[in-house]
């Protein structure tokens, strides 16, 4: 059972940055990919960026240009780095990952809270 724990959010101005991270407890998996989601007030949850094992990003196209995606492959952990945030960059923020043989998708964690406002 792959366990996802989320952390580095708050609050921040609009153009400030913020650092994500997240932790998967996967001892003995491997992780093909790992990615960040992201889910705003009344929306539904929306893919921002991807990163695999050999390090090939996705992004967004919000996401693109100002967030930057990055992974301790060694410590099955996956970083999000936010920059130039928007008001619209304003939700809860989740990681995944799929892993083993058959690509599975990991259960969610809780997620982290960032919130961009003057």
């Known amino acids: 059972q792959v366990q996802l724990v989320e952390s580095g959010g708050g609050l921040v101005q609009p153009g400030g940055s913020l650092r994500l991270s997240c932790a998967a407890s996967a001892t003995m998996i491997s992780l093909k990919v790992m990615g960040w989601y992201r889910q705003a007030p009344g929306e539904e949850r929306e893919l921002v960026a991807t990163?695999?094992?050999?390090?090939?990003?996705n992004y967004s196209e919000s996401a693109k240009g100002r967030y930057t995606i990055s992974r301790d492959s060694a410590n099955n952990k996956v970083y999000l780095q936010m920059n130039i945030l928007k008001p619209e960059d304003t939700a809860v923020y989740y990681c995944n990952a799929r892993y083993g043989a058959g690509c599975k998708f990991a259960d969610w964690g809780q997620g982290t809270q960032v919130t961009v406002s003057s």
């Open positions: 990163i695999t094992s050999d390090g090939v990003t």
